[in-house]
């Protein structure tokens, strides 16, 4: 059975960072487009960034582009999000999500619940 499991999360002060991974328990980790979605209290999950199965492709929200960096290690079987100038507002549990099926292009217009698979998440407050 594949696993996502999340783990980097924590409390940090407004302008820190933070580094998120996920690691898979799979055998074919390349085979699957990755991303990270993140769910703030009282809103809906939402897409905040997707990295594309050999990791050359990346896309972001626009509401952490420039600030947050997707990438991943294929040999690792491990995704992460490097988190820099975090603001209240990024506050939010943050998940992992796969999808062998999915193009990394298209993951940011992907209703959440068409993922394939998904962490348990991982939460992150930004303290001001």
């Known amino acids: 059975q594949v696993q996502l499991v999340e783990s980097g999360g924590g409390l940090v002060q407004s302008g820190g960072s933070l580094r998120l991974s996920c690691v898979a328990s799979?055998?074919?980790?390349?085979?699957?487009?990755m991303a990270w979605f993140r769910q703030r209290p009282g809103k809906e999950r939402e897409f905040v960034a997707a990295?594309?199965?050999?990791?050359?492709?990346?896309y972001y929200s626009d509401s952490v582009k420039g600030r947050f960096t997707i990438s991943r290690d294929n040999a690792k079987n491990t995704m992460y999000l490097q988190m820099m100038s975090l603001e209240p507002e990024d506050t939010a549990v943050y998940y992992c999500?796969?999808?062998?099926?999915?193009?990394?292009?298209?993951?940011?217009?992907?209703?959440?619940?068409?993922?394939?698979?998904w962490g348990k998440g991982t939460l992150v407050t930004v303290s001001s």
């Open positions: 999500a796969a999808d062998r099926r999915a193009n990394a292009a298209n993951i940011p217009t992907t209703s959440p619940g068409d993922m394939e698979l």
């Open positions: 799979v055998r074919t980790f390349n085979y699957y487009a």
């Open positions: 990295v594309s199965r050999t990791g050359y492709a990346t």
